[in-house]
């Protein structure tokens, strides 16, 4: 991949796998490696129109002008299609090969679709993030105990009506009880749409980059 562009939103168009939008600090043309947040939007930006992927979540902060200490991935799902963690590995694994990415400090988040996904991929390759952070999303709590070496910090509307908020409070509690790291934030008066509030805070930027990426040294516990 080589040197990575300057930016803001850079539109990246790939024939295969997954199109992106990618930020890079300015302050990445200095020396040193930079930490990697991978940002998975949900059904509603699914297409081939790459602008989609900035209307909620990090890329519409970096959008509005919020400077974040990362470079962001924000790749686009095909319409009528979920994500698949073969090519967002794939994607990630091309990334990397710039140099730039200091391969302790890889995070993922993503909302709805994407906070499904944020569940799937770090359980997938637990060894390869540092945090993950879903945001209205779930998964199947029987395979949560792979991520017990990895942060999460998930988000959910209590009034959440396509997702209910049980998706979310299942995926912790069977961590937690397998000795992971895990929170859950619940807002008392937010329905499907708690990305807003979750993306806005400061607060989500800075627990990502507290977190350094852990040995997995454990065996993963089999979940509830």
Known sequence: MGELPKPRLTSVLRAEGYSYLLYVPEECGGEGSWPLLLFLHGVGERGNELE??????????????????FVVVSPQCPAGRFWDNALLIRLLDEVNSSGRIDADRVYVTGLSMGGYATWSLAGEQPWRFAAAAPVCGGGDPRRVGRLRRVPVWAFHGAKDPVVPVSASRRMVE?????GGDARLT???DAGHDCWTETYANPELYEWLLAHRRRPLREAPCSGP
Do not use: N
């Open 52 to 69: 989609k992927v900035a209307v909620h979540g990090v890329p519409k902060q970096i959008e509005e002008g919020v400077a974040l200490p």
């Open 174 to 178: 069977a961590l937690l009880r397998c």
């Open 186 to 188: 619940i807002y008392p």
